[in-house]
């Protein structure tokens, strides 16, 4: 998701402390040291984590040839860029040309603007204020800025149990909701949407944390657009939580948990495209996908012709990213 960086220059303990206490995801401070006295967080420092200067430029836009020099060096470093007014300078020109740039605002009106610009937004956000209250707010508004997912209904076309697996329960720092899950699917090009374990039942107690997520091979959605095996999540990463209506967000992984199980099979077809998507998953009730109409149903109850949530999305991925070169997944 979005970053979020905090001005730290010159030194203020209070804006720091807020910066830690609200969730910030770095520090640009003069001394790194004096950030580190108070808590575990990225500074941007001569002396920091990324140095300032080398592995983060720092741009003042005043004219086009400053705005076109901004956009060459966001091309191969992360830039923050500065301007007295955004309005005057249209962010849209360096967000088409970089993904790397982080935009200096004094207020939440302005990293609102930020955050919107051409849909997908800057990389980060760089606050410049001495108000500890401004920190608050707009550590709030990018926390609840929501990414979106195109989901589309898939038609159930297949159900078959496959015998004993690994399979991967996923457990997040967060509570979901009903209608929350993961995406997941055994291949890149097309997803299922799995329901988060939130709901009562007759065998085990709820577990509003925890996506009960798939075989140990499949790929899962990550909020930066990428993929990961769930074998390889770990403690501290982040995935994407989507509601049934596509609004995503991120969600800190707690601990996975890695058990033989039962396995079945889902294979499904996009009715929108003909798009196939397949998952191996628990073959147990507690285990669900979610209907257009943001209902879970069971696996166990699942039939085929039924509708279920689903995404589309670019296959063919080298280290979770997709690459433009001939694979074939099957």
Request: with cysteine.
């Amino acid at each position: 998701m979005k970053q979020f960086w905090v001005d730290a220059r010159p030194w203020n303990k209070e804006i720091v402390t807020t910066a830690l206490e609200s969730g910030a995801d770095a520090v640009v401070t003069n001394r790194a040291e004096d950030v580190h006295r108070l808590g575990r967080i990225t500074t941007i420092a001569p002396d920091g984590d990324l140095v300032l200067g080398t592995d983060v430029i720092e741009c003042t836009i005043t004219d086009k040839e400053s705005e076109n020099e901004a956009a060459r060096k966001g091309k191969h470093k992360i830039v923050i860029v500065t301007t007295s007014d955004w309005t005057v300078i249209p962010l849209e020109n360096l967000v088409a040309q970089s993904d790397r740039i982080i935009a200096a605002v004094k207020d939440v009106q302005e990293a609102e603007l930020a955050l919107h610009v051409l849909e997908k937004g800057v990389y980060g956000i760089f606050l410049k204020t001495s108000d500890p209250s401004v920190i608050k707010n707009v550590a709030a508004r990018i926390k609840n800025a929501s990414s979106s997912v195109r989901l589309v209904p898939f038609t159930v076309t297949k159900i078959q149990p496959v015998g004993m697996g690994d399979r991967v329960c996923v457990d997040t720092c967060s509570m979901l909701t009903d209608g929350d899950g993961m995406l997941m699917g055994n291949t890149s090009s097309a997803m299922l949407l799995v329901h988060a374990e939130t709901l009562e039942n007759p065998y085990v107690a709820p577990r509003p944390f925890r996506v009960n997520a798939g075989a140990v091979h499949a790929y899962i959605l990550l909020p930066d657009g990428k993929t990961a095996y769930l074998s390889d999540l770990s403690i501290g990463g982040q995935v994407l939580v989507s509601d049934s209506h596509g609004a995503a967000r991120s969600a800190i992984i707690g601990r996975t948990k890695i058990e033989r199980r039962p396995l079945l099979l889902i294979e499904a077809k996009a009715e929108e495209g003909g798009a196939k998507a397949s998952l191996i998953l628990q073959n147990a009730e507690t285990i669900r996908l979610v209907t257009p109409e943001g209902k879970a149903i069971s696996v166990v109850n699942l039939a085929t012709g039924n509708s279920i949530l689903g995404c589309s999305l670019e296959g063919g991925r080298h280290f979770g990213m997709p690459v433009k070169e001939t694979i074939r997944e099957k």
